[in-house]
């Protein structure tokens, strides 16, 4: 169960909640940023046969769902800055704009974006009117939505896969242990980084593994100065910082944890003094999609690491 916290200053340095959806894309964009790879050209297919599916997915996380889904092989245009896919096919843009030319030019018969709290731009929508393409825009802030998504694209494009929805949407049992640890301060970045908070899919999945994110009001995103984090006093910090390298693996404890914190790691606060510090590399860390599969899994390791180890241990 969530314990309620005290409200603090913390809850009043938000980003107004009608921009939450373009910060959280923006943070999605970013980690795409990290990874990304020039696209190489290739000649545009063949036009598409009745009933051919050919996906372009205008978006990094959705790429990755669908090649979970095993539909790789059906996509003909990719994101900019697109993470997973091979980087052969052709880049029909991103969140600063699409390149209608290029996407033109692969036949979609799909195209599947994740635009946040703005619209598909108009011209897209027109010409996916006017060429008879599928626009499926989706809105994968929250969890649930994560889900919501995965589910639907396994529905419509891959139903021998919908176990993999399931397997996204199922949690271990909540743990009492992880709400002994006390506040869970979730930090994305390294340099200047932001709070996590209510009603992002990181905030999401700490609480229903039955630890307590902290703060416990604001919004999915937010900036807190030291200030902050010292009226906060969270007894644990958790930091999800993508490495550039594409590896799904990394967590990086103690001392190093510490250090790399730069100021943070010596502000006076419980987290620091009894080293329960974390900072998770996975490089699709921040991906709404279903890397939050192993994203999760790796949450509940450093969360039991946190309950066996004595304060300051590992440090």
């Not at 644990?236 to 490495?243: E, H, L």
Request: with cysteine.
């Amino acid at each position: 169960m969530h314990s309620a916290h005290p409200r603090h200053p913390a809850a009043n340095r938000t980003h107004p909640q009608s921009c939450t959806r373009c910060i959280l894309a923006w943070l999605a964009a970013l980690a795409a940023a990290i990874a990304g790879i020039p696209g190489c050209s290739r000649s545009p297919e063949e036009p598409a046969s009745a009933g051919e599916l050919r996906i372009v997915a205008l978006s990094p996380a959705v790429a990755i769902i669908l090649r979970d889904l095993g539909l790789e092989h059906f996509i003909v245009g990719r994101h900019a800055r697109d993470m997973v896919l091979d980087a052969k096919l052709l880049a029909c843009g991103d969140q600063t704009g699409i390149d209608y030319e290029v996407l033109l030019s692969v036949r979609p018969t799909v195209v599947i974006t994740q635009w946040g709290a703005r619209p598909p731009p108009e011209r897209l929508v027109m010409m996916a009117r006017r060429e008879g393409w599928e626009l499926i825009d989706l809105s994968m802030l929250a969890f649930d939505e994560v889900v919501a998504a995965t589910r639907m694209l396994a529905q419509r494009f891959a139903p021998e896969r919908v176990d993999l929805a399931a397997e996204l949407a199922a949690f271990p049992s909540a743990r009492e242990v992880y709400a002994n640890l006390g506040p869970v301060l979730l930090l994305v970045g390294l340099e200047s980084p932001g709070v996590l908070g209510p009603g992002s899919f990181h905030y999401d999945l700490m609480l229903r593994l039955g630890a307590n994110p902290a703060p416990d009001t604001g919004s999915a995103f937010m900036t807190l100065d030291a200030e902050d984090i010292l009226a906060l006093a969270p007894e644990a910090i958790m930091v999800f910082a993508p490495r550039s390298d594409g590896s799904r693996e990394g967590i990086v404890l103690g001392n190093e944890a510490l250090a790399r914190l730069g100021m943070l790691g010596r502000l006076p606060i419980p987290a620091v003094q009894n080293g329960r510090v974390a900072i998770l590399e996975d490089s699709l860390g921040l991906m709404p999609s279903t890397a939050l599969i192993l994203v999760r899994s790796t949450m509940v390791q450093v969360l039991d690491r946190w309950c066996i180890e004595p304060e300051a241990h590992g440090r």
